[in-house]
């Protein structure tokens, strides 16, 4: 079952959000396997992620990746996600 994912990132600035992400995006394998879509939106206080998953699992697997870039990158840590199962989701 997909899942919708909000993660409050307060502190975090859009400069280390795409840090992160250029170093997601270089490494090799498909990092986003299972993302179906994905938003980050700058708070003024920081950001607020918000992902489509094909399942729970499919973001675990990519929390296990990400999460240690983060903290090498001395990025704050977030409160836990939000996750919400869907009832159902598209693209126009």
């Known amino acids: ?14 400069d280390q959000y795409d840090t992160l992400n250029s170093r997601l995006q270089a490494l090799p394998g498909d990092t986003f396997a299972g993302c179906i879509s994905h938003a980050c939106v700058p708070t003024g206080t920081g950001l607020v992620i918000y992902d489509l998953w094909e399942s729970e699992e499919a973001m ?10 983060a903290q090498d990158l001395g990025m704050p840590q977030g409160a836990e996600p939000e996750i919400h199962p869907t009832h159902a989701h598209w693209t126009p």
């Open 60 to 69: 675990q697997r990519f929390m296990g990746i990400v999460m240690p870039l």
């Open 1 to 14: 079952m997909a899942i919708l994912v909000k993660i409050d990132l307060p502190g975090t600035t859009t």
